[in-house]
């Protein structure tokens, strides 16, 4: 299997600048702009700006490491498996931080007053199956030994993996009944959000999708240096 | 020494809610004792509008500041790594 270690590091520089001013951005606006009035919600509809983007960016992650599966089959290159390896180890965390986020919210917002932490909300569910279906690909990883194998094994099911989550997170969940929007094909998301919020979601959308690419590249630099350290002890 | 020492409660204090809120023997003293004449000054003025949302802005401003000052570490740790790693070779 080759191993060609590439990452483009000013590409990754810009990222990470821009990724903290815009951050920082996002928070100040998160907190600080208006947003309508809402029953029950009150001040936790600024929620809409953390816990949702922990979704997209899963999904974002999910693409990443499909994506770089396919080029481990493609390519037989290592590189490809670190990219994915990585790409799908955020994708958990963002995925977990999202379960976590949303069941305090739902807890302390819409179940006051009970001991309700989970109420088997169809979105909830099938995003922690999702979560788990990854974690069903580290698993897998650890009980291959050969490099070369183990990236092929992983890949193959890294590509089922990644392409059930559009389907568990947004399809399925729409044509439930739920607490989220868009549920049982009511209007989803864009028909019943304030503009305002629309100013500071997108962006955060966007800030949260490019920590994800910072902390992605970082830990793949790390691989690649891991890896280089690897095959230098191998050939002497 | 406690700056706020903990309230004797007497029978008809204790969980009566005359205002909403609950009274029990470890409650601030504000839940009980003289409401301060004058506005908050200074710094105060601003952090403790709006529900005190600004506090949490802050809480949240600080452990993203931790975040980002880690980010920036482990780039420059990995640079070094490369580096070391280039010179080697």
């Given amino acids: 299997m080759h191993f060609t270690p590439n990452v483009n590091l000013p590409r990754y520089r810009v990222a990470l600048y821009g990724v903290v001013v815009w951050m920082t951005l996002v928070i100040l606006g998160g907190f600080l702009l208006d947003i309508p009035r809402i029953n029950i919600l009150e001040h936790t509809a600024r929620n809409l700006y953390f816990h949702v983007p922990m979704w997209f960016t899963m999904l974002a992650a999910s693409f990443v490491s499909g994506y770089q599966s396919y080029k481990v089959l493609k390519h037989n290159d290592l590189i490809h498996d670190i990219r994915a390896v990585e790409a799908s180890r955020l994708g958990v965390l963002f995925g977990l931080m999202g379960l976590i986020t949303g069941s305090v919210w739902a807890r302390y917002t819409w179940y006051v007053g009970t001991p309700i932490w989970w109420n088997f909300d169809p979105k909830q569910s099938l995003a922690a199956i999702g979560v788990l279906i990854y974690g069903a690909y580290f698993v897998l990883r650890s009980s291959v030994d050969d490099p070369e194998k183990r990236a092929r094994i992983a890949a193959v099911y890294n590509l089922f993996a990644s392409s059930t989550l559009p389907f568990l997170l947004y399809v399925v969940p729409r044509q439930l009944d739920s607490l989220h929007p868009g549920a049982e094909g009511n209007p989803a998301f864009s028909d019943i959000t304030h503009p305002i919020m629309r100013l500071v979601f997108y962006p955060a959308v966007i800030g949260f999708i490019g920590l994800f690419w910072v902390i992605y590249t970082q830990r793949v630099r790390a691989g690649v240096v891991e890896e280089r350290i690897a095959q230098r002890e191998e050939h002497g | ?89």
Avoid: C, N
């Fill in chain 2, 1 to 89: 020494m406690t700056i706020h020492p903990i309230l004797q409660e007497t029978p008809q204090e204790a969980g009566q809610t005359g205002d909403g809120a609950i009274h029990t023997a470890y409650d601030s003293t504000w839940a009980t004792a003289q409401i301060p004449e004058q506005g908050p000054l200074g710094s105060e003025q601003y952090m403790l509008a709006e529900d005190k949302l600004f506090v949490v802005l802050a809480v949240v401003l600080i452990i993203w500041a931790g975040l980002a000052l880690y980010l920036f570490r482990t780039d420059r740790k990995l640079a070094r790594l490369e580096r070391a790693l280039e010179e080697r070779s």
